[in-house]
């Protein structure tokens, strides 16, 4: 193998800068020559693609987004499309691919290199945590500590004006940000689509929480499980307390990517490159602390299991 290529594509992540740093440095320092791809799999099938040196990725491991650009390719869940990707990589003599993204990003290398029998390497990419055969993905530490920050200043208001506040972060599907927020800032309870909940009880608990003396409630909701302004509203009829919802949307995803992401992303790069050079369709991943490749047909088979212990121990803890 002499020629790879990599892409990011889907919703950014912090961390992913990092990422293709480690790829591109790591990749030349194994003697490939290595492409970047504009745009996801948009740029593939485009014929977007420029060879990256070593300086291409300077002064881009501290910084959240994607140099690369991403998007959510439509033309690529098309036959001709993964034609016309699988040429335009075939005319450069690139032979291995590598994709930083969450689930939809890799079922469409799975495809992809199904039918074209092509080395493909994933790099979990997404601030959601969402996929279950890796601990943790690139940036969702990043936005955990973004959403800790305004949870913060959050509580210095509700609590000066005897306040409940609703606070709805992202995830998609995935309760995992809401509840790794939610017990490291102290959150009143935690909404997550894994688990089902009571309004009529959530209301009880708020008016028992004032009853002793709690002077703040702080109600962490994942966007899968509701919206945070209708909950805010049914609150505030039943328990007559004060309430304000805040939706926190894309300020989730960028910033200057934490220590975890950035190692993540150096660790995650240089395997992605050794997955390639041994001619493999794998994914990399964390567990334990330790990097661990997969299969990436495995990979997209397992089912995410959600923490009950993690949430549970935070219901106990906020009583
Ligand atoms: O997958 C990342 C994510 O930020 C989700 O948490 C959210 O549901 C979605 O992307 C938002 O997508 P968009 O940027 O297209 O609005």
Redesign the pocket.
């Known amino acids: 193998m002499k020629n790879v290529a990599i892409l990011t594509s ?4 912090p961390g992913m800068n990092a990422a293709i740093r480690a790829f591109v440095r790591y990749a030349i320092y194994k003697e490939l020559n290595v492409f970047g791809v504009e745009r996801g799999y948009d740029g593939l099938i485009n014929d977007k693609m420029t060879e990256m040196d070593r300086r291409s990725v300077s002064d881009i491991l501290q910084r959240g987004g994607t140099i690369l650009k991403t998007a ?1 390719s439509e033309e690529f869940l098309t036959v001709e499309g993964q034609k016309k990707a699988y040429e335009n990589l075939k005319k450069r003599g690139i032979e291995g691919l590598c994709v930083i993204g ?1 689930d939809g990003t890799f079922t469409g290398a799975k495809v992809f290199s199904e039918k074209f029998d092509f080395p493909v390497a994933g790099i979990p990419g ?3 945590n ?1 996929l279950a055969y890796t601990q943790y993905t690139l940036g969702f530490d990043t936005a955990v500590n973004t959403v800790l920050d305004a949870v913060n200043k959050l509580r210095d208001t509700m609590t000066s004006h005897d306040r409940v506040c609703i606070v709805e972060v ?3 599907r ?1 309760g995992d ?1 809401a509840l790794y927020a939610g017990v490291a800032g102290g959150a009143e309870a935690i909404l997550v689509p894994e688990i089902e909940y009571d309004v009529q009880k959530l209301a009880s608990n708020i008016v028992e929480n004032y009853k002793k003396g709690k002077t703040s409630d702080i109600i962490m909701i994942a ?2 499980a509701g919206k945070a302004e209708e909950l805010s509203l049914v609150l505030k009829a039943l328990t007559k307390i004060s309430t304000r919802s805040i939706v926190l949307g ?1 300020i ?2 960028g910033g200057s990517p934490t220590l975890q992401d950035r190692l993540l992303g150096a660790k995650f790069g240089v395997k992605a490159v050794d997955i390639l050079l041994e001619g493999k369709r794998a994914l990399v991943g964390v567990d334990d602390n330790t990097i661990i490749t997969i299969d990436i047909d495995r990979a997209l088979a397992m089912k995410k299991a959600f923490d009950k212990e993690l949430y549970e121990t935070a219901r106990i803890l906020a009583m």
């Open positions: 889907g919703g950014d992540a959510r969450g997404t601030i959601d969402d992202m995830g998609r995935c940000i966007e899968g894309h989730q995803r």
